[in-house]
């Protein structure tokens, strides 16, 4: 499974990009306080950041099957984990 974690860490970058947009660019639909939304839009920018410049540094994986279940299962991690 030679590149898996790398379409893992793509398909999380991808969640938590999307979840930080979200909060800051709307954060008056959400259901905590204005504060929190930005705090979590950030921490989340900053870790989709980081999930990209590792998925970037590992090994390509062989196969385009691997890879796209890869991404799914990265996508929906984060919404499983928290």
Same mark, same amino acid.
């Given at each position: 499974?030679?590149?898996?974690?790398?379409?893992?860490?793509?398909?999380?970058?991808?969640?938590?990009? !999307?979840?930080?947009?979200?909060?800051?660019?709307?954060?008056?639909?959400?259901? *905590?306080?204005?504060?929190?939304?930005? !705090?979590?839009?950030?921490?989340?920018?900053?870790?989709?950041?980081?999930?990209?410049?590792?998925?970037?540094?590992?090994? *390509?994986?062989?196969?385009?099957?691997?890879?796209?279940?890869?991404?799914?299962?990265?996508?929906?991690?984060?919404?499983? *984990?928290?």
């Amino acid at each position: 499974m030679k590149g898996l974690l790398r379409a893992l860490l793509f398909g999380m970058a991808l969640s938590l990009a !999307l979840i930080a947009i979200a909060n800051l660019l709307l954060p008056d639909f959400l259901p *905590v306080t204005k504060n929190q939304a930005l !705090l979590t839009g950030a921490f989340a920018a900053l870790g989709s950041a980081v999930a990209l410049w590792t998925a970037t540094r590992l090994t *390509v994986t062989p196969s385009w099957l691997t890879a796209i279940v890869g991404w799914i299962v990265g996508f929906s991690i984060f919404a499983f *984990v928290f």
